[in-house]
């Protein structure tokens, strides 16, 4: 369970940097973008919406990740659930923008941009469910 709380620690992680990264390092920046369309004041607007949302996500992820590990089976699933949201939100969001057209670095950023933060948990997700795993869930009581 140890290797399973690692990875979703590090899928946290990515996908933080993953955002930061495409808001405010690499061009076209998506700060860039909201400002030609929203101004400066709507994109900044934004910009404090979608970290509040991140923050508050995260730390809901990062409670059941710990819940996890602590052996409750609800956060096993609660795991699964989001895993499973995450990955249909990377195939909505691969058909409604495709990957978009230019340089073959954007292409591959927007491939790993969209699959890094999912390989981690899908790995923690895997792991969850092996025999040894099983196990651990059943053995421990279930409290809340």
Known sequence: MEAAFVLLLVAIAVDTVMWVLGTFVIA???LDEMR???GANGASRQAAMAV???VVTNALFL???FKMREGR???RIAVVGVGALLLLSLLDS???NGLRPGSVAG???NLFGG???NLPAAGAVLLMFLPAANRYFSSTPRNG
Do not use: C, I, K, Q
């Open 94 to 96: 691969t058909s409604m």
């Open 115 to 117: 699959v890094s933060p």
């Open 28 to 30: 076209p920046t998506g």
């Open 73 to 75: 089976r609800w956060a």
């Open 36 to 38: 030609e369309v929203m």
């Open 63 to 65: 409670l059941v990740a």
């Open 52 to 54: 509040g949302f991140m």
């Open 107 to 109: 292409a591959l950023y």
